[in-house]
C-alpha cells in the first residue's frame, strides 16, 4: 500500500514566507528519510490553490540537499523569491501579498480543471503531519477519505487550542476538534502530548471507541550540520558583529507570547546589572510570531550596549553558527509539543536552561537543567551556573557529547513503524514508542 503525504501545509507556506517553522521543518525531515526508502512507498502531494499537486519530481530531486533546501525549491515552485537587494520587510508588505493573491487565483484557473482535488479510499492511506489548522478545505478531505475507507493517520503536535486555549489562536479549535473526532489513527510527538490528546478527546465528546495516540518521538539533529559542529566564519554581516562582541548565551524560537521570550528580556537585564561588566550577551533568534508586541517592541529597540540582541529569521547556516558559537541556550517556552531548540542545542554539545513544563523534560531528559516558566527568577540560578562555574559547564558539555541522541532516520524509523498496518490482535492498543530520556 502506498502512502500518500499531504504537504498541502508546506506548500502553502512556501507561498507566503521566507523561512521554515518548526512544523514544517518536521514535515521536510521526515520527507528526506521516506523519500529513499524502497520498502515504503510513498507519493508526496499538496492540494493548493483548489488543485492536486503532484510533488513527487520535486522531492526526487531535492530530498538530499537538507530541509532548508526543500523548501527554497518549494518556493521556487510556489512562492515569491525577493529579488537581489530587495528588503525582507518590504518583500513581505501589501504589494508582495496583493501579487501573490493573483498568481494563486491564476493558479486555480490553470489547475482547477486539470487536477482536481483527488479522493482516497480504501486501498490507500493518507498521512497527515502538518498544521491542517490552518487549511479547512484539507481537513474536509480528511473527513472524506476517512468516510471512504481510506486509513487517514494524523501526527498531532499538540492539541493547545483545546487544551490551552489562552496560548493559541481561537480560531484554530473548531479544526483541531474536528481532527480530534476523525476516524482514523492519531500519532503524536511526546507522552505530555498523548496525554493531552485523551483528555481533549474526552472534553469535546469524540467517539470513544478511537484508538490510543501512538507516540513517536522527534529528532535532536540538526540535519543541516553534523553532531558537535564548530563553525568559524560567521556567514552573515549580522553574525560577524556578534564575533568580536565576547560570548552569548542563545535562544531560538519564533518570537511570541508562549515562548516566553519577554520575561526572559527582564531576567536578563537585572542579571546583567547586578554583575555587571562579563556578562554574556543573549541571541534572540527567531521569526516574528503571534502575540509578540512587547517582545518585538524590546528586541527592537535593543543597540550594542544592550544585554541582548535579535537576529530575526536565522537562515540554518546561521543557525548552525549561533548553535556552535553559544556558550550555552535557554528554551523559557510556556508549552511546548516538543521543542526542537533543547535537542538541537544538545545536537551542537550545548548545555540548555528549559522549561520544567509540558513536553520539554522528555526531550532533554537528564542532560538539561529545568526551570519554571511562569517564575521566569527561578532560571536565574541555573544560568548563573552555567555563567560563573566552569568545571560544571565543562561537565555538562561532556556528559552531552557522550549521549545517544536521536537522528531524523530514527524518528522516520518510528513514523514508518507506527503508520504502518497493525496485526488485528494490536489494533485497539498501539505500542507506544519510548521517549528519549526514559
Not at 518583500?91 to 482547477?112: C, P, S
Not at 470513544?208 to 518521538?217: C, K, Y
Not at 554583575?275 to 517582545?295: E, N
Not at 557529547?401 to 522516520?412: C, F, G, I, S, V
Request: glycine share 8%.
Amino acid at each position: 500500500m502506498i502512502t500518500h503525504f499531504d504537504l498541502t501545509d508546506v506548500a502553502a507556506h512556501a507561498s507566503s514566507c521566507r523561512s521554515l517553522t518548526g512544523i514544517q521543518r518536521v514535515q521536510l525531515e521526515y520527507v528526506r528519510s521516506i523519500a529513499v526508502r524502497d520498502n515504503h512507498p510513498a507519493n508526496f502531494f499538496a492540494n493548493l490553490d483548489g488543485a492536486y499537486v503532484d510533488l513527487g519530481s520535486l522531492i526526487a530531486h531535492s530530498h538530499s540537499s537538507g530541509s532548508e533546501a526543500m523548501f527554497m525549491q518549494m518556493r521556487g515552485r510556489f512562492g515569491l523569491s525577493a529579488a537581489g537587494g530587495e528588503s525582507p520587510r518590504l518583500f513581505a508588505g501589501v504589494g508582495a501579498n496583493g501579487a501573490r493573491t493573483l498568481r494563486r487565483a491564476a493558479a486555480f484557473l490553470r489547475h482547477a480543471f486539470v487536477a482536481p482535488r483527488r479522493r482516497f479510499g480504501p486501498s490507500d492511506r493518507l498521512y497527515v503531519g502538518g498544521a491542517f489548522w490552518a487549511h479547512p478545505r484539507s481537513v474536509s478531505t480528511y473527513e472524506q477519505a476517512a468516510r471512504d475507507g481510506c486509513d487517514v493517520v494524523v501526527l498531532f503536535h499538540d492539541v493547545l487550542p483545546v487544551a490551552a486555549p489562552h496560548l493559541a489562536d481561537g480560531h484554530c479549535r473548531p479544526l483541531f476538534e474536528r481532527m480530534l473526532r476523525l476516524e482514523g489513527r492519531a500519532l503524536t510527538i511526546s507522552r505530555h502530548s498523548q496525554a493531552q490528546i485523551e483528555r481533549a478527546r474526552r472534553a469535546i465528546g469524540a467517539p470513544g471507541d478511537l484508538p490510543p495516540a501512538t507516540v513517536v518521538p522527534l529528532a535532536h539533529e540538526f540535519s543541516a550540520a553534523p553532531r558537535n559542529f564548530l563553525a568559524r566564519q560567521p556567514p552573515s554581516l549580522r553574525l560577524a558583529a556578534l564575533e568580536g562582541a565576547g560570548s552569548f548565551v542563545l535562544c531560538v524560537g519564533s518570537v511570541e507570547a508562549r515562548k516566553n521570550q519577554l520575561p526572559l528580556l527582564g531576567l536578563w537585564e537585572a542579571l546583567a546589572r547586578e554583575t555587571g561588566p562579563g556578562w554574556p550577551r543573549l541571541v534572540v533568534a527567531g521569526k516574528p510570531g503571534w502575540r509578540s508586541k512587547d517582545a518585538l517592541r524590546a528586541l527592537r529597540r535593543a543597540d550594542a550596549t544592550s544585554p541582548y540582541v535579535w537576529i530575526d529569521t536565522p537562515t540554518d547556516e546561521e543557525l548552525a553558527w549561533l548553535y556552535s558559537r553559544a556558550r550555552f541556550t535557554v528554551f523559557p517556552s510556556l508549552a511546548e509539543g516538543w521543542g526542537l531548540p533543547i535537542g538541537e542545542s544538545l545536537w551542537f554539545g550545548k548545555p540548555c536552561v528549559a522549561s520544567r513544563t509540558t513536553s520539554m523534560p522528555e526531550v532533554g531528559g537528564a542532560l538539561c537543567a529545568y526551570a519554571d516558566p511562569h517564575a521566569i527568577d527561578s532560571f536565574a540560578e541555573p544560568i548563573i551556573r552555567l555563567v560563573r562555574d566552569g568545571d560544571f559547564h565543562d561537565a555538562s558539555v561532556s556528559a552531552i557529547r557522550a549521549a545517544r541522541l536521536r537522528t531524523w532516520k530514527d524518528a522516520a524509523d518510528a513514523l514508518v513503524q507506527a503508520s504502518s498496518p497493525l496485526p488485528a490482535s494490536r489494533k485497539a492498543a498501539p505500542r507506544a514508542v519510548r521517549a528519549f530520556g526514559r
